[in-house]
């Protein structure tokens, strides 16, 4: 079974989807060529004045290499493997030789730390060689292992090299041999989910059915009685759970009870995102209909009361947690770069399961806002929060707000977001389509070149766009004989009116679950032209989210803008946005990454006349300026001098 995005499994080392766009290109360049070296440097210690990774001496020190203990968290074999995934995209579209010799030698120091029965594990392998797999609450063997076999499925693709592959079938052997439902094995499953999503992919790749069987046992036996990360504790003295007694419980890692019956998104924002991902790949292959509602069930949850107009999730510090419905405060909002990542993952893998445009428009509004926040725009430093609003001296002088910085970081001691986000926007052609027997769906509008082969014959299409900052998007169809296939626009929820043209005059087409649907036979020459309604808009959030009431945020397309303090001055709160102004694009040459700014007409308010110092006073009515506010896209905040930033701004 080859994966279901059909359009990006590459053919002869080179992918059939290629991107070739003015707005990502520079920024994939940036990080092949800057972020993706600078990791290289973090994972092998050498970056000056950031904390030692120690993750590939760790593999060393495991081998017998080196001596020493390990260092960092007990997850920190994953960096590495996040790591070489994104190379691996990398090289799809950019063959570089010196990058590949690189990714080798990462790949011979992990294998040499494996065990004779496949066990890869440099925290146990190093302190506790005789613990394994005993405290799979808390210790991420599992999920080490789902990220070594995203890491070899992704190489393989790339290289057509096998010793990471064989290396992560011989650790994924000996985890099936070790847990499922039989009286021998272990009963248990991954505290923190991934390998589940990581094993579908490994039987997608394979074909080898106890791979599917292994993540199915992983996901259908989470929560259910006797709880088996209560029985670990009891039967291997693990210390005691750090949730029990709060408000998360077992439900910050989704195990309080079986996964179809969870009726609402709760817990680490990421762990979630990464086990729905799962349930939704199994509903896919399975039909499990439970499951299918599930996954719809907390998507709603997620998305309709949980997730801030970014595309962030995961509101609370305390678990990095989801907490309840339309909790969304902007000051000392958590919004992880992972979690935001693995929302677009969960929304990928529901555009299998039932195409509907919703999902690809929330997977496009994380993906240019929440994700792309998570780098800075010379690829070398790095945000793990990402919140809507900031004041500088409350992020080090408030205790309730220190998770939130104004300055993205060169590194972290828990480095898990900058090689995730490396390797999410290094395989964005695998999110661009996917394909149903004789319907090509086109999920995301970039520029470049894809390559179908339908039951009816080969397809091709040449996307021409300047998305974002325009809605007109060119298609020119190529086909060495016609073929009849339906093609499937997405109509994004914010385009209210939309022009759609075939080879120059109006088309038939129709709806469906947000898709334009072009049904008939193309040849050679033929030309699509969609034209979207891509002006700056204020939006407003529900009346149930008490911290954006009387607030408005600007909006255009997928991109989020925010207010900065270099562009208006410092005492952000006191603008306001004038409701009646219509926003306007402006041309302003230092919005950082060469992006589009918003200008809307407002008020700022007045410091009290005759230098009053009282901090309170009788109600005098407004009095305020008039200015002229300067907003820029959301993910280029921080990239100038430090300073205040909003998202949300007063109305009237």
Known sequence: MKDPFAGAEPKNGVRQVMIRDPFWDPLREIIRSRAIPYQWLALNDALPGTEPSGCLRNFRIAAGKETGEHHGFVFQDSDASKWLEGVAYSLLSHPDPELERKADEAVETMISAQQPDGYLNTYYTITAPDRRFTNLR?????????????????????????????????????????????????????????AELALIRLYAHTGKEKYLRLARYFVEARGREPLYFREEERLNGNGRYYFADGPLGYAYCQADRPVEEQQEAEGHAVRAMYLYSAMADLARLTGDPGLRAACRRLWNSVTERRMYITGGIGSSPYGEAFTFDYDLPNDTAYAETCAAIGLVFFARRMLLLEPEGKYADVLERALYNCVLSGMQLDGQRFFYVNPLEVLPEACSRDNAKRHVQYRRQPWFGCACCPPNLVRLLMSLEDYLYSVSESRVYIHLYLSGEAEFRLPGGTLRLDCRTEYPWAGRILYSLHADAPVRAELALRLPAWSPRFALLVNGEKAAYRTEKGYLILDRTWAEGDRIELELELRPRLFAASPRVPEDAGKAAVVCGPLVYCAEEADNGAGLHRLSLDPSAEPAWDHHPEVPGKGKAVTVSGWRDRDWSGGESALYRPWGGPDRERVSIRLIPYYAWANRSPGEMRVWLRIG
């Open 138 to 194: 808390d210790n991420h063997e599992l999920y080490c292992l789902g990220h070594m076999i995203e890491a070899a499925v992704a190489y393989h693709r790339a290289t057509g090299k096998t010793a990471l592959l064989e290396a992560a079938e011989r650790y994924a052997d000996l985890a099936d041999r070790t847990f499922g439902p039989e009286p021998e094995k272990k009963h248990g499953y991954p505290g923190h989910p991934e």
